[in-house]
């Protein structure tokens, strides 16, 4: 007989950050680590995991704002919900009903860490999901009204649903940005309209780290009852968040942004807000999202949100100096080189470097030969030679928004690692600008 109670949220120790996977000998059970996964069932499976542990440690990445890796404690979490307690959450049976316990424990955790009620929170599969769920089911709000207000700086997740509203006959307002990626907020809520569906701006930005101001941005639109989405995809688990304070309606998180798992993300809905669901079937997440929960991985965001909320402070400070460190040294040894953003408000992990006259695809080739993985401006539209739109928005010159590079940094780097970036960039920079 099924005997597990729901009792008591499970709570995972700390956990220092440690970049390296134990090989099957060195784990303590051949089910309790991660590295004991990772080797079952693959041939030659004990050499792969050497190779793996080995670019491991050579591997700078740099490249936080695209992913992030997964904290050996959230992995702990997640592994019973994908081994033996596969029931769903659905099922009225005791097995059904402590995955359900479980995951109302992340709700709560979920909920804590952008001061929400439990009751607010809506699981999806991530930003992108929680984005078009947000900026579509509220239109239902104000179904005769037609105007969109938003940024000329959004994640394509925003920008393609209210190019998509655009096409439909919606009229979108993308408010411009200055030089350093800041918004004239003034100017923003003096485009709000008695028309106005929606208000829905991006909070980091994930190309510049720029962070608008929530409060002197939502706070018109709020007043007069305009629904306000705000893209927090990079902003949660980094930045405090306090939905109980911030004058919003609507707030998009992705689990795989702040050390939890991909595929996994949820909407903050205010309370008594009408939402439309987007995806259809059963009743589930209060019937504002059907369709089986991703019990593992909402387990593992709410561990993340946990160790979000409990270590904030010191990563923040750590990986603020970090990130700083790159940026004055970058700048110091390499006279062409400019940081975008440089004098707006900005995340402490990102820093947005660009090389005038280089192609960043040429630059981050040669880094990532040299071990360091960063990006230019979104993954999504790496390899596109479109200079970024967040950068043309920054009325960015060309030919210095095509030498764009995006370093991203996270708890895991070290100084040693940026000391080797530092030591690296400046040789290989030379070699592309003798080949130009
Ligand atoms: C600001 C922002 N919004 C939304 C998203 C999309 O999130 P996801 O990858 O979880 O769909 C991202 C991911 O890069 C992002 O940076």
């Given at each position: ?10 709570s995972q120790?700390p956990?220092?950050p440690?970049r ?11 089910l ?43 992995v ?29 424990c992340?709700?709560g ?24 769920l947000a900026?579509?089911g509220?239109?239902d ?9 938003t ?22 307002d ?17 485009r709000?309209?008695d ?5 829905t701006f ?5 190309e510049t ?17 305009i ?11 980094k ?7 911030w ?6 998180l ?6 939890g798992?991909?595929?996994v993300?949820a909407?903050?809905v205010?309370?008594?807000?009408r939402l439309?669901p ?15 929960e991703?019990a ?19 990563i ?6 970090m ?15 400019q940081v975008?953003?440089?004098?707006a ?47 043309q ?16 940094l ?6 040693e690692?940026i000391?080797s970036?530092v030591e690296?960039?400046?040789?290989l920079?030379?070699k592309?600008t003798?080949?130009?």
């Open positions: 007989m099924y005997q597990k109670q729901g009792g008591r949220c499970r120790p956990t220092a440690d390296r996977v134990d090989t099957p000998a060195e784990a303590s059970s051949p309790s680590s991660h590295g004991a996964r990772l080797a079952d069932g693959v041939n030659g499976a004990e050499s792969a995991l050497q190779m793996y542990n080995t670019m491991m440690e050579t591997v700078v990445y740099l490249d936080n704002n695209a992913t992030t890796r997964v904290l050996p404690e959230v702990e979490a997640m592994l019973p919900f994908l081994r033996e307690e596969y029931a769903n959450p659905s099922s009225v049976h005791q097995f059904g009903q402590f995955i359900r316990h479980q995951m109302e992340a709700r955790q979920v909920a804590r860490l952008i001061g929400a009620q439990p009751r607010e929170i809506v699981f999806t599969s991530g930003g992108t999901e929680s984005i078009n900026i579509r509220s239109l709000i104000h179904p005769t009204r037609r105007h969109v207000l940024t000329a700086v959004e994640h394509p997740a925003g920008l393609r649903v209210t190019e998509q509203l655009k096409a439909r006959g919606y009229e979108v993308y408010v411009a940005v200055d030089r350093e990626g800041r918004i004239d907020e003034e100017e923003w809520s003096a709000l309209t028309r106005t569906a929606l208000a991006i909070h980091a930005n994930n780290g720029v962070v608008f101001d929530v409060e002197r941005m939502a706070r018109a639109a709020f007043e007069r009852q629904p306000v989405h705000v893209d927090a995809a990079q902003s949660a688990g930045l405090a968040i306090d939905v109980s304070s004058p919003v309606t609507l707030v998009s992705a689990a795989h942004k702040f050390h798992p991909k595929g993300g909407l903050y205010r309370r008594r807000t439309t987007q995806i259809l079937g059963g009743g589930q997440e209060g019937e504002r999202r059907g369709g089986t991703n593992a991985g909402i387990i593992g965001m709410g561990a993340a949100a946990e160790a979000a909320m409990r270590d904030r402070e010191q923040t400070q750590q990986v603020g100096a990130r700083d460190l790159l940026e004055s040294e970058v700048l110091r040894l390499v006279p062409f080189a975008n953003g440089l004098g408000d900005r995340i402490y992990n990102t820093s947005n470097i660009s090389f005038a006259g280089l192609e960043a695809e040429a630059i981050l080739i040669l880094l990532s030969e040299a071990g360091i993985c960063a990006s230019s401006g979104a993954a999504c539209s790496s390899g596109s030679l479109e200079p970024s739109h967040v950068l928005a920054m009325g960015i010159d060309e030919k210095i928004a095509h030498g764009a590079i995006r370093f991203s996270s708890r895991f780097n070290t100084r690692e000391d970036v690296t960039l400046p040789g920079l030379s592309l003798a080949l130009t």
